[in-house]
């Protein structure tokens, strides 16, 4: 029984805070806009009774979606810019976190500390500053222009590289902290039988250590992946009018459109296309789990 | 009986494959080998024996090439290896935690280091195959480290390090995380590795059976210098000090002042009103000089009565039984206070065990018996 009581808290937080609302935007999604509010019908009535409620609902959303090509463009380009994003964000970890991993023991609370201290701030503050340092009048083209590398400013801001900016310095924890401690359990003595076995130090490193360090590339890439893949504030931040992810349309369908029954139906399909990460994500926690017993 | 034939380091005329000259590592403050020189032969199983921190693994790290001494030269086959990376040198060590590669099955473990010596496809599965079979693995040849025992891990570290046929394997203490009986069975299992295949093996451990067991000549060390090295037998009959004569197996030292009586005879005087004891050596010491008398527990005689033909008696009372199933120990402690040690064998049964505590016995032993030592 107190076992039950147990499983049952998740349970009913799910229920409550994920699958109730999940149900409510499903149900919008097969609504139609109207002039009213909230701005959609069928509204359930208790007097129609629950068929003729049902019987108003459509996929029409649905096909709308795929009718115009601005929807699949953006989920497209999302799905690019997440995969280019999460491959730069593991280019810059990665190196990071080896250098955690063999710092000395008494450096490697700090250096954490380090890794962890821009949570403290709010992450709208920080994306606000790297407005101030990537604009045109910016911090960077200013130290680039007196240093002399360069003598036109650059345009950096409300361009694809700034959201790739953005996205991997927000991410970048994300990264760090998994591969970080799947290279901090790494047992030194297995590079020094990799090269006593006849491996240079790049040969030990590609054949022992990035292949014992894949579960936490793959969970650091996840982790990345799959809030990258709907990100809003960062495109349209720092994103320009070039820049189309599916957040951001999202957003603009809900509070510019208002039309709230399209808007749930670019939701619901954003979260099947993120269940798929999600599911492998879960698998392979699962099979680091059972290696390590 | 192998010993008898084998013994290149008598031989003046032998080349040592690996030689220490002078060879001092320092980790900052800490001396971990202090000017240390030392010669191993061909075909050796030779063995650093100390308790940890004496630097018997560090002499092993430098050998791998994970260290390299801070002053002197160490030479494999007449060359100094000091400029020589790990990966290039012709040794292979089996490390203490195995470190087997945990996302390769034991054959890929096994097939590692061929494979990066750019070994053809043919002869690496051919050299992996007979690897198996010396280990007795070949039914396990696909599972992953985590799927096999602890001794089924340590032969495949074993196989995996033999695989390149190097002049030199190291050991770091590999039989360490097996129990007893396992144990045993490796060390055997070892010893015929190492003939068949003739490689030079050097192993570093803390247990002195395990060495005694193994090795063709044993090394103690203590604190970066070695004490004594020699064939297992003369450690333990002749150590050339206490340390080492405590270190290996169990020991009485009684500590007293040694006399001249005789040629190679000495009087010992020990304790007041107590009689002086008689012991041989081949040791020179002075009249008066302090000296201590090594004396193993199997090497004293415990009975009833006062032998007579003894060089050395004397009385006391049964302290304690130590009972091992086939000896037993008896703890006797003498009138001055003292504890001496004799060991017997079990050969009736305990019911009929002819001395028990409080039984007044006489210990003897010959003036042979023990080794008279300065220090």
Redesign the interface.
Known sequence: MRRFLLIAIPYAWLTVLFLVPFAIVFKISLSDYAVSIPPYVPQFDWAEGIMAFIRELDFENFVFLTEDDLYWKAYLSSLKIAISATFLTLCVGYPIAYGMARAPEEWRPTLMMLVILPFWTSFLIRVYAWMGILSNEGYLNQVLLWTGIINEPLTILNTNTAVYIGIVYTYLPFMILPVYSALDRLDGSLIEAAEDLGCSRAKAFWLVTIPLSRPGIIAGCFLVFIPTLGEFVIPSLLGGSGTLMIGKVLWEEFFSNRDWPVASAVAVILLLILVIPIVLFQRNQQKQAEAEQ | MQSSKFAPWDDPDAKPLIRFKNVTKRFGEFTAIDNLTLDIYEREFFALLGPSGCGKTTMMRML???ESPTEGVIELAGQDIAPV????RA???M???Y?L???LSVWDNIA??LR??RMPKRDVEDRVEEMLRLVRLEKFAKRKP?QISGGQRQRVALA??LA?APKLLLLDEPLGALDKKLRQDTQFELMDIQEKTGTTFVIVTHDQEEAMTVASRVAVMDQGQLMQVSTPDRIYETPNSVYVADFIGDVNIIQGRATPEGEETYRIDWSEGVQPLTAKSSNEFAAGQTCHLAIRPEKVAITAERPEDAANAVQGRVHDIAYLGNLSTYYVELPNGTIIKAQTSNTRRISRRTFTWEDTVWLSWTATAGVLLAN
């Open positions: 791998a090439g994970f990376p790990p990966n290039k040794v292979n060590m490390f203490q935690s470190a590669f945990p996302h590692f280091g990066r010596d985590h995996r390090s390149k």
